[in-house]
């Protein structure tokens, strides 16, 4: 790819862009950057952070009554 210098020696500036590009469109493949205790903490404050939400998303619904498909009869309407 060119990251050759005069008398052999390589462009190391040329090599890292290569290799950094080459990291960022996925071509060297599906690489991570954090170590396996590092994802895991990630992981796991995300998995918290969605509980939270679910959380407070369940309790607006309950808040507002939606959600359980049953409807009031109308006032004035005849109940069998």
Do not use: Y
């Not at 190391?12 to 205790?37: C, H, S, Y």
């Not at 994802?39 to 359980?68: C, P, V």
Request: glycine share 12%; net charge positive; hydrophobic share 35%.
């Amino acid at each position: 790819r060119g990251a050759m210098l005069g008398g052999g020696k390589v462009n190391l500036q040329k090599t890292a862009e290569i290799v950094m590009t080459d990291f960022r469109t996925a071509i060297l493949g599906r690489i991570t950057l954090e170590t396996p205790t590092e994802f895991e903490a990630w992981r796991a404050a995300g998995l918290a952070e969605d509980a939270k939400r679910q959380a407070k998303k369940d309790a607006r619904t309950k808040a507002k009554g939606k959600g359980s498909g049953v409807r009031e009869p109308a006032p004035g309407s005849d109940e069998d």
